[in-house]
Every structure is written in structure tokens, then in C-alpha cells.
T-cell receptor, first 115, second 117 residues
């Protein structure tokens, strides 16, 4: 079956612009996770969804970051007023449920470059 | 709180040689541990996971890992390296406290494996 897909695969934006990153999880997966991968910070957890609900947003690096999920499926990560330090690869993963025993399936990521 | 330390950001082995990638964890609860592999410009793929069953875990592509509680380690091994094993490998622990699980992963910094012909 289809895996996790993310779009766009690459995004170049100017500092100060807003960007939206999209994640399509595997069908039937109720849990969805966003991570950020950068040279300086490695892989960081940002936020997770259980269904359409994000119970804990404390992993988001600043209030410029927000995320939503609709219909228990597609999720969008929005970064407002982008800064150069936002440049990174944003990875999305999904799993059957929010439980530490379930495997997370990762998408190919969106490489964001802020100029 | 949970954390993971991977010793060695780069490891180079010859084709056919033993692969050993080191991972130590810190966890306030019995941990769930994972090894993921990332090929260039791709997402992460699960190699294997430890979820408190057998301490020796076998994964895909001939990799295995042994959970050693006394050493707080979960090292990844493969008896004979292949050129196709060249990639970056990440050890991770599932974030967990007794109040519940978010299921998110806490990753180590990664180890880039090079395989020489």
C-alpha cells in the first residue's frame, strides 16, 4: 500500500514569508508525528496528533509554528514569518495508534531552505 | 526523562567486516528502543525494535541488537557489512512516563556508516 507522503519535497522561501508543509499519512493510522532534522539539532520531535487532536504542543520551537490535522488524515505544519534557523528537513510519521510499541512509518521529508 | 547517546558520528568498515554501532540510553521507565536507518534524501526506515520481550532482537537486512539493562546499551551489529549498508543509523527511545505515552521518539545524533570495498 501507499506509504506516508509529504509535499513539497523541497521548498525555498524568503525570510519573513509563511510556508505550509503537508503530510498524508498511511490510511487508517490514527497517530501522526512531526519531526525536524537539522545539522545542529539532529532529529527533534515537534508535535503529535491523536486523531485530529494535538494534546501537547510544547515541542513546537516557537509560536510561529502551528499544525493541524483534519478528517483524521492530512496534516499541515505552518511556519509563519520564517527565519533562517527554520531551515531543516521536516519529517512526518504515522502509526496505527499513539503507543510506544507501534512502529512509526516516516515520509521522505520536506527540505525547507530559508534565504 | 529519556535520552539516547550514540558513540561515534562516523564509522567506517570494510566490506565483509563486522558492523558495530553503539547506543546507550537513559530512561526513568523500562524503555522501548528502536534502530532506524536513513538513506540519502529519504525518510527513516525501521530496522528493529525492543519492546521488553527477547533481549536479542533481529531485524531486517541481517542486523540485530542486544538489549543490556546492566549496561544501559542497545548496540546494533551485523556480522558482515555490505556496500548497500552505507547509510546513517539512528538509535531512538520512545518517550514515556508513568502518566502515559505520547509515542514520540527521542533520537540519538546518528552514526554515518561507510563501507569500503
Amino acid at each position: 500500500g501507499a506509504g506516508v507522503s509529504q509535499s513539497p519535497s523541497n521548498k525555498v522561501t524568503e525570510k519573513g514569508k509563511d510556508v505550509e508543509l503537508r503530510c498524508d499519512p498511511i490510511s487508517g493510522h490514527t497517530a501522526l508525528y512531526w519531526y525536524r532534522q537539522s545539522l545542529g539539532q539532529g532529529l527533534e520531535f515537534l508535535i503529535y496528533f491523536q486523531g485530529n487532536s494535538a494534546p501537547d504542543k510544547s515541542g513546537l520551537p516557537s509560536d510561529r509554528f502551528s499544525a493541524e490535522r483534519t478528517g483524521g488524515s492530512v496534516s499541515t505544519l505552518t511556519i509563519q514569518r520564517t527565519q533562517q534557523e527554520d531551515s531543516a528537513v521536516y519529517l512526518c510519521a504515522s502509526s496505527l495508534a499513539v503507543d510506544r510499541g507501534y512502529e512509526q512509518y516516516f515520509g521522505p521529508g520536506t527540505r525547507l531552505t530559508v534565504t | 526523562a529519556q535520552s539516547v547517546t550514540q558513540l561515534g558520528s562516523h564509522v567506517s568498515v570494510s566490506e565483509g567486516a563486522l558492523v558495530l554501532l553503539r547506543c546507550n540510553y537513559s530512561s526513568s521507565v523500562p524503555p522501548y528502543l528502536f534502530w532506524y536507518v536513513q538513506y540519502p534524501n529519504q525518510g527513516l526506515q525501521l530496522l528493529l525494535k525492543y519492546t521488553s520481550a527477547a533481549t536479542l532482537v533481529k531485524g531486517i537486512n541481517g542486523f540485530e541488537a542486544e538489549f543490556k539493562k546492566s549496561e544501559t546499551s542497545f548496540h546494533l551489529t551485523k556480522p558482515s557489512a555490505h556496500m548497500s549498508d552505507a547509510a546513517e543509523y539512528f538509535c531512538a527511545v520512545s518517550d514515556q512516563n508513568y502518566g502515559g505515552s505520547q509515542g514520540n521518539l527521542i533520537f540519538g545524533k546518528g552514526t554515518k556508516l561507510s563501507v569500503k570495498p
